[in-house]
């Protein structure tokens, strides 16, 4: 069986290594573009895109244009990680507030019934490592999970295809867990 593809998109992360690597563990090729030389099409090269976190703030849409562009328009599962979250969050009309700064595990309550958690408990332990918080689900998607500090952890679109987490899924177990409940859904 031939394996699956997955366009990782850097947008700059420390982590795109163990990013790639988690993939790749759950049985998917991966390809890493940067953000600014995105394909204005899937065209079936690909049967999911990931895009990973920023250090460049999330409302540079003129910069993100290409990728939002992709994103909105690709016809696979997406998966939005920290920054990649925001990004798409930002470019559907939500708005980002700065908050605590949190780095290393958290806890965060998810929505059991969707299949993104399906090899987790109702309570994760995921890493993070940011300042900005998405507050509320912008108009067509909604959140699936929350924490003591953000009600929007985990966001998905109203069609399920497009899903965003804040924290760094390529860290932690219950991270590779969430990602292989996203790679269920197209490998």
Known sequence: MARSRVLVVN?????????????????????????????????????????????????DLDHYRPLVD????????????????????????????????????????????DPLFTHVKPTVTVFHRHTLYLQEAPEGFRSIGRSEHAPVEFLRSDDGRIY????????????????RGFAQQFQ
Not at 30 to 50: F, K, L
Not at 91 to 107: F, K, S
């Open 164 to 179: 965003g987490a804040q924290a760094h899924l390529e860290f932690r177990s219950d991270g590779l867990e969430i990602l």
């Open 70 to 113: 992709l994103v909105m328009g690709a016809d696979v599962p997406v998966l939005g990680i920290c920054g990649g979250m925001q990004i798409i969050a930002v470019a559907a009309g939500g708005r980002l507030e700065d908050g605590p700064q949190r780095v290393g595990g958290h806890e965060v309550q998810v929505d059991k019934e």
């Open 11 to 59: 947008n700059g992360t420390l982590s795109l290594k163990q990013l790639r690597r988690r993939f790749e563990d759950l049985g998917s090729d991966t390809e890493a573009v940067d953000a600014t030389s995105v394909p204005a099409r899937i065209d079936g090269r690909y049967q999911a895109v990931v895009l990973s976190g920023t250090k460049v703030r999330a409302y």
